[in-house]
């Protein structure tokens, strides 16, 4: 099976990306402009090979090491209120409200090179969705602002408003401005947001594998977790903020595991975006709410389940939630997130058969999805199965084409991931609790038979709650 992709010329997969990149338009984004690049048909093996030359890429752009956390700029105080261990409050690094209540925030570009229909893409996201308005003002006017430039350093941005007033930097090379959310993610920086991973509360929700950590101290403070104020707003493995799940890692094992398991399916460079709950913190953060009531007249936010008074002056509502004060609740946030991006994600609680989606029939397309089988209480569950054939490890040794992931351990961080026919008919594996995850993914259309399994429980010999 063959697909159209647009391309200059396959020798991208040999490490030529950051010159074809180079090549695109530098008055806008980066598109399918066929002046530009030439349509070549791919195959599958090859189409693979460019998205994942295009992803380390990326990758190596947001992990810059000589970086804190890979693309946090820091001044000197930053530095030095690290090294005490004491950071500076955030209130002191987020941008002032005029006197209408907006904030303002200047920006120019450093010069025509920049792509800016993207960066613009993402301006016009932020002030969309909260109270926060950028304004071009082309040359430097002796005020903080952000100037966004590339000087070849990747994707980075300093966290908050510094006093500088030739202006701050967001650098974004090409490889930054493939798509908005990146642009997005450093705007947020600028803003005054860490990442996700480095909230206060982040151990509620996250593991850590330092483990899989590249050794290095710069690499190691990459997870460092910050005091931040987060405003009574949840977790979110969604935000745009949250790195992805091998970031830094030194075996391209996983770094962050979710202790939620339908959390994992968001950890990965391409399925976060900018969530409601980002929208909701900065909403906070710089007192939108409070405006938008203001010029409503509206005495309190009438909005419930962490919805928020937008500037419709109407409840803006998460996911999960319906009413017009997002009253009621259908849906946690995260099992809405889940039916809305993985709709092939469930839930098991009885014996029977578990299986690929579509099995018998063959997978023959691009997919992701988590099979969460959970036991009755002193139960655990045994997996036996009767097929399993996806293709073949790719030639690094890892499962790249489609891999079936088992956590099998209460301790979420063991897994084990398989592909082509490792699983030989017969094989049993048993979960060490009352839960095991299955996490299926294919990033290729060519077909692969798949794989089944019956679900059985049987008693925990060690357990006394019968």
């Known amino acids: 099976m063959k697909c159209l992709l647009v391309v200059c010329t396959l020798v991208v997969m040999a490490g030529a990306l950051p010159a074809l990149l180079e090549e695109a338009p530098k008055d806008g984004e980066f598109t399918d402009d066929l002046n530009l690049f030439d349509a070549r ?32 700029l820091l001044t000197e105080e930053q530095k030095r209120a690290l090294k005490e261990r004491n950071v500076i409050p955030s209130s002191a690094n987020w941008w002032p409200a005029a006197a209408d209540g907006y904030v303002y925030v200047n920006y120019r570009f450093a010069s025509p090179s920049i792509a800016k229909t993207m960066v613009l893409q993402a301006i016009n996201t932020w002030q969309a969705n909260t109270c926060v308005r950028f304004r071009d003002i082309q040359n430097a006017d002796g005020k903080p602002h952000l100037i966004f430039q590339n000087d070849n350093s990747g994707c980075n941005s300093f966290v908050g408003r510094i006093s500088n007033t030739n202006g701050q930097p967001v650098n974004l090379a090409p490889g930054c401005l493939t798509e908005v959310d990146t642009p997005i993610h450093e705007i947020g920086h600028a803003l005054g947001l860490h990442h996700e991973q480095s909230r206060s509360d982040r151990d509620n929700a996250i593991y850590v594998v330092l483990d ?15 005091a931040t104020n987060n405003f009574n707003v949840p977790y979110d493995y969604s935000s745009v903020m949250q790195y992805y799940s091998t970031a830094f890692s030194v075996n391209k094992k996983e770094t962050m595991v979710a202790k939620e398991p339908y959390g994992q399916l968001f950890l990965d460079l391409s399925s976060t975006s900018f969530s409601f709950m980002d929208k909701r913190i900065v909403n906070l953060q710089y007192k939108c709410i409070a405006l938008n009531l203001k010029k409503c ?19 803006v509502c998460p996911p999960g939630t319906s009413g017009t004060n997002c009253e009621t609740l259908n849906q946690p946030y995260l099992q809405a997130l889940v039916a809305a991006k993985f709709p092939r ?8 058969r578990v299986t690929s989606t579509g099995y018998p029939s063959p997978i023959a397309a691009k997919d992701e999805y988590i099979q969460l089988i959970k036991a009755p209480a002193c139960k655990k569950v045994r997996l036996t199965f009767t097929a399993f054939k996806l293709t073949q490890r ?47 993914k294919s990033f290729t259309t060519s077909p692969s038979p798949g794989y089944s399994a019956t679900i059985t429980f049987v008693p925990q010999a060690s357990c006394t709650g019968r």
């Open 394 to 440: 790719a030639t690094d040794k890892t499962c790249a084409y489609q891999q079936l992931t088992v956590r099998k351990n209460n301790n979420l961080v063991i897994a084990s991931s398989y592909c082509a026919s490792e699983i030989a008919p017969g094989k049993v594996i048993e979960s060490e609790g009352t839960t095991m995850v299955l996490h299926f």
């Open 41 to 72: 048909n791919l195959t599958d093996d090859e189409q693979l090979a460019l998205d994942r030359e295009l992803m380390e890429s990326k990758r190596r752009l947001l992990e810059n090491p000589d970086l804190y956390q890979g693309d946090i």
């Open 345 to 352: 994600s469930k839930t098991i609680v009885a014996e029977g």
């Open 297 to 315: 007249g509206v005495a309190a936010d009438p909005c419930k389940n962490y919805g928020y008074f937008g500037t419709s002056c109407k409840c």
């Open 212 to 226: 899989n950590v590249k050794p290095d101290k710069n690499s190691r403070d990459q997870f460092a977790k910050e």
